[in-house]
């Protein structure tokens, strides 16, 4: 079994200013994530625009954060994909590449409407790399999967061999706790909401994986530090500047202005593809301007 702990940045995928892969800029980006304090990389998640990337896009994607990580701290591979059979492909050859961690999305342009459709799914992916431990990715504001997750873990504990974990990324802290409890020490539970850390916390979160950890991941440290000094004013605070960031950055288009601070934070890593939107030029300038007045 793997234990996560602490902060896993959900890893941007660098890319040039025509949006193809620009793999070179991967070991910058890791070196400062962990001088960053973050310990555990999830790679070609919703931040890394894994589903936006091809089949080839995304093992290359993987090997290089493989190499530039060079084992210091837990990776985690994101293979989720409408086809399975890709998802298997991209599990089996994550898992031989060398990464720690197998995580997917169930399909969902065609979605596994009842638990033991969805489990099949799971222990379909999961059986590609059967001795690598993997957490299923509950994303359901992306993926639109209205399937019951604290049932669905039920029947994962008992019919997956290597499930081992849950990455859970919705807003329903009850709903987390619960999970937390149907794992009863089996399964990793782990939260995937920034702006509501400190919450997860109370219900005993103890790793959490994120975009925002690539570019604020001290405040964040701070909010674990007060919180297990039982400084709940301060951790407070610090969630707060975590919210009132996240608020700001939700008024550009989200991704590709996180790639553009992290340019300006010196690890240029280009634009986002389509779907999502690039900054104009004028946004790249208010951007600056707003993080300033953040004090960021
Ligand atoms: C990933 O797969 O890239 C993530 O870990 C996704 C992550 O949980 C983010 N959630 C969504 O994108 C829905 C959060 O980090 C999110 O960006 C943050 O809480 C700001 O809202």
């Known amino acids: 079994t793997a234990r996560l702990n602490g902060l896993i940045a959900a890893t941007y995928t660098p890319m040039n200013t025509d949006g193809d892969l620009e793999l070179a800029q991967v070991a910058p980006l890791v070196e400062r994530l962990l001088d960053d304090g973050v310990q555990g990389l999830y790679v070609c998640g919703s931040t890394g625009e894994g589903m936006s990337l091809s089949t080839a896009e995304r093992k290359a994607t993987t090997e290089a954060f493989i190499t530039a990580n060079a084992g210091r701290v837990p990776l985690i591979v994101q ?31 065609f979605k596994a409407n009842d638990i033991p459709t969805l489990v099949e799914c799971i222990a379909d992916i999961a059986a590609a790399a059967p001795n690598t431990p993997f957490y299923y990715y509950h994303i359901p504001g992306m993926t639109g999967s209205t399937i019951d997750i604290v049932r669905l873990l039920e029947a994962g504990i008992e019919q997956v061999p290597n499930l081992v974990g849950l990455k859970y990324t919705d807003t329903k802290l009850f709903e987390f706790q619960a999970c937390q409890a149907v794992a009863d020490g089996k399964l990793d539970i782990v939260f995937g909401c920034d702006e509501m850390l400190l919450g997860a916390l109370a219900t005993g979160a103890t ?20 919180f297990v000094k039982n400084d709940l004013t301060a951790a407070r605070e610090e969630q707060m500047r975590s919210i009132e960031f996240i608020r700001l950055m939700n008024t550009y288009p989200f991704h590709s202005g996180i790639k553009e601070m992290l340019r300006l934070q010196g690890v240029p890593m280009g634009r986002c593809r389509l779907p999502q939107q690039q900054l104009t030029s004028e946004q790249c300038s208010t951007l600056k301007q707003d993080l300033q007045d953040l004090g960021l």
């Open 79 to 109: 293979v989720g994909h409408n086809s399975l059979a890709d998802a298997r492909d991209l599990a089996q050859h994550a898992a031989q590449a060398g990464a720690d961690i197998v995580s997917a999305t169930c399909p969902s342009y």
């Open 207 to 226: 790793a959490a994986i994120g975009s925002t950890y690539n570019v604020i991941a001290p405040i964040y440290l701070r909010i674990i530090e007060a």
